[in-house]
């Protein structure tokens, strides 16, 4: 029927034989429908009301209640923070409904020297930011989407790296293609909690992670783009070195500088 949702798998049985096992995973699919909607629409009904609030706290004056200044400034942080996870949720909502990408291409070398700018603005010379890119192919993608996909690693290796530490964003070939790899000396991660840092608002240490800014939902989306461009993210990290973010591109989302395709 076409309203069901199955999932099949073949299974080897015996030495000729092969067992097909399928499950009707409908009540599944049409939960996780249900719960795409909710947060799409919730994300969205929050996004104007947000809104405003921001508006009138920024239009008032600290100078006029000078007491009031440092309860003025945390009510903008704080009304900035979550328009800024309401933007994360609606933009994970698109990415999970979304089957393709545009095939755009993505000129590497100015995206790279952005992405470096975008270090070095957010550690405000605290760090020591070195960018390595020794591939020179371009991707084809979503521009916007990789932008932030790959910025998303920069400012986590900033924000989860004491000040005098190293980060160092790479490009380089590899044999099935190239990878965008982000390198810290920071903090580092302990191997238990490395298969569940794509998940929503998972993180390792709760009070670390929001007193550096972040909304949790940024590996989500980094995971999301990725699948949208058939890329691959790895997680290396040893716990007080520092940790390196990998995504694999593989060659069909490749172009050569000269803007002829890989072959
Ligand atoms: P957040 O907004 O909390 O940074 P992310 O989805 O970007 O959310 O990351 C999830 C969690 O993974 C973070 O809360 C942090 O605990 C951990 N993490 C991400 N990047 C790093 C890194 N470079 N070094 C150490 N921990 C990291």
Redesign the pocket.
Known sequence: RPDRHLNVTLLPFGRRQRLLLARDISDLTRLEQIRRDFVANVSHELRTPLTVIHGYLELLDPEDVPELAPVLGEMRAQSKRMGQIVEDLLTLSRLETQEHVADERVAMAPLLATLRKEAEALSQGRHHIVLESTAEADLLGSPKDLHSALS??V???V???PAGGTITIRWQRSPDGAVYS?S?T????PAS?LSR??E???????S???D???????????KHVLNLHQARLQIE?TPGQ??T?SCHFGRERLLGPAGAEES
């Open positions: 998303n690693l400012s986590n290796a924000r989860y790296t982000v810290d920071g903090f580092g991660i909690h840092l794509t929503r608002f998972y993180r390792v240490s709760s670390r992670s929001r550096s800014g972040g909304t949790g939902l940024g590996l989500s989306i980094v990290s520092g940790s973010f």
